[in-house]
């Protein structure tokens, strides 16, 4: 895959358990630095893909791993940037319940302060200050859309360039 030097990317996932009782609730992070919640993530470094790149950063930030086979590609996000370059955000799920033994190993890097586990309405219900604006967006559009089709955005073709921008996500489980 040959990456666009004009083109910012990163990639982000939200990851959900499923408790015994059956409540489902979320994981956040806090940033130390932006002091904002937010969902694992973080930029793609040239030469990885964004499921490689979900995976590294989620490793990092909480020392859960993912299986690459079990990430859902949800939602591409592609804005022109001030210095006319694109961004682009890949945002994934995650459904963590089948390995909650994972859980144990659960570990913050020193980018972020503090994480919990929460229901979707105490994740809708946060003041949007505190919460970073792409976070918030991608929770409202995950639970409040049709999902039978990942939407991509054209721009997409700027960073892939002559590939399919959905070429090796697995499409995960219709719901």
């Not at 959900?16 to 969902?39: H, M, P, S, T």
């Not at 991608?138 to 590939?163: A, C, M």
Request: with cysteine; net charge neutral.
């Amino acid at each position: 895959m040959a990456f666009n030097p004009n083109c910012r990317a990163a990639a982000a996932v939200l990851i959900r358990q499923q408790d015994d009782l059956g409540n489902i609730k979320f994981l956040r992070i806090l940033n130390a630095k932006r002091k904002v919640w937010e969902c694992p993530g973080g930029k793609i470094e040239p030469g990885e893909t964004p499921s490689q790149a979900i995976i590294r950063e989620t490793n990092e930030e909480t020392n859960l791993r993912l299986n690459p086979k079990k990430l859902r590609l949800e939602r591409v996000y592609a804005n022109p940037t001030e210095d006319g370059q694109t961004f682009i955000m890949f945002f994934f799920s995650y459904n963590i319940s089948d390995e909650s033994h994972q859980l144990e190993y659960f570990k913050l890097s020193e980018e972020h302060l503090d994480a919990s586990w929460e229901t979707l309405s105490t994740l809708l219900n946060l003041p949007t200050e505190k919460v970073a604006p792409r976070f918030l967006d991608y929770i409202r559009s995950h639970f409040y859309v049709n999902r039978s089709e990942p939407p991509i955005d054209v721009t997409l073709k700027s960073w892939y360039q002559g590939e399919s921008p959905t070429a090796g996500f697995p499409k995960g489980d219709k719901k």
